[in-house]
């Protein structure tokens, strides 16, 4: 198979330890204004506008992708933001957003109460080389807000369990019978966790300090996988409390069984791996969650890796597989200008061609269904990541989600690490992140 560019790790939060969500300062960009005038005699300059994308090859790729098909119109690439909003406000306050942003969704609320955003609708009910029907469903859920469309979804991201085959036949396990259930996974983690001989870890079988979703993301997954949510369908009341004690106690005893969440911890983290590998492909990890992404790594840097991947475990009763997403999207900014410009770019890059063009070159899962389908042909593997993103879960989307979540990496820390109450730290925790909902809630609807 070709090796593409290998992506870095885009993991929503980073959060290691006691931690609370964090973001991070980057410097403002002014928009480009439109092109100047062209002098007597001469043709027309193409105007130009600028947009936003996080990472340096994307954002060159799909500016080079747009401007090699002279449409008329030239795009400038711009360094954004992600997992954060620091530089988006900023400019937002200051205003001079740019005319387009590549931002995670999770972003959408927090951006609309600002008034910041164009609502989509009437652009993506004629838009030509897209229809909104070729969203994969579970996207455009996440895109919907107050009943309006505030972002054009580009890519997302699956999860997987990742397993390691010949860790498996070290461990007396047959490698063509991974778990399927949590209680087999935390049965074979026990037998995939070694010790050296001053009775350090060496090897784990399974940990939340690895993979993705990171950390005490581990805590939405479980409570998906019994039933229950992080909060109820209409954003108006925290629910953690439901299934969360249940989700908590499993958690613990796999990793007490595992010599303790914050052995773990301090192993995963403090692993010293050559460049390209990971604690999964460096044979320290047997079983972990994880994305599309790493398969071009293990391809360049760990190409005798022997591994499998399959749906995530599940609780027999529930039948819901653990997983996560993540992914980003197109805003529009009110105060950018160049609308037209931006749109034009956004109908060119959604554009089924230029789209799986851009997900084979950066293993990106596409946001279209059917770009999605032609992009799995062309790699087996990534089938299993396909077939569950209409079933796959996210953060809910409300504004000041963020801000709830640093409640959340409170409670697992306490309990995973202080070892304190369950069922105080969740109440706890569910009465924080509900004032704060309730305050956001508040907001008048944005239009």
Known sequence: MKNHKNLSRRDFLRTLGA???GISLAACATPAGPAPAAAPGQPAAASEFTFWFPWQP???????????????????????EYDSSTKIIAAIAAGNPPPLAYLGRWQTTDLAVRNALVVLDDHISTAKTFKWENIWERLQKDSISWGKKWVIPYTTDTRAL?????????????????PLTWDETREMAIKLTKQDAAGRLDQIGFTPSFGNPPVYLMFLTMIWCLGSDMVNEDMSQITITDKGEEAMIFLKQLMDDQGGYEAAVAFTQGLSLAEGIDAFSAGKVGLAMNGQWVLNSYDQYAPD???????????????????????GGWFFFKQGGNFNEAWQFVEHVMEPQTFLAYAEEFEALPARSDVGAEWAKKDARREVFVATANTVRWIPIFAGVLET??????????????GNDMATELADAQAKMQALLDKHNAYPVPS
């Open 19 to 21: 931690s609370a969500a």
């Open 58 to 80: 994307q954002g060159e790729f799909l500016m080079k992708a747009f401007n090699d098909a002279e449409l008329g119109v030239s795009s400038k690439w711009e360094l954004g």
């Open 405 to 418: 979540l640093s409640f959340l990496a409170t409670m697992f820390d306490n309990v995973l690490i202080g």
């Open 162 to 178: 990742f397993y390691n085959k010949q860790l498996m036949r070290d461990a007396d396990l047959d490698p063509d019978k991974p």
């Open 305 to 327: 890796l022997e591994y499998g991947m399959i749906p995530g475990p599940v609780f027999p009763e529930y039948d819901i597989h653990a997983n996560y997403d993540g992914g």
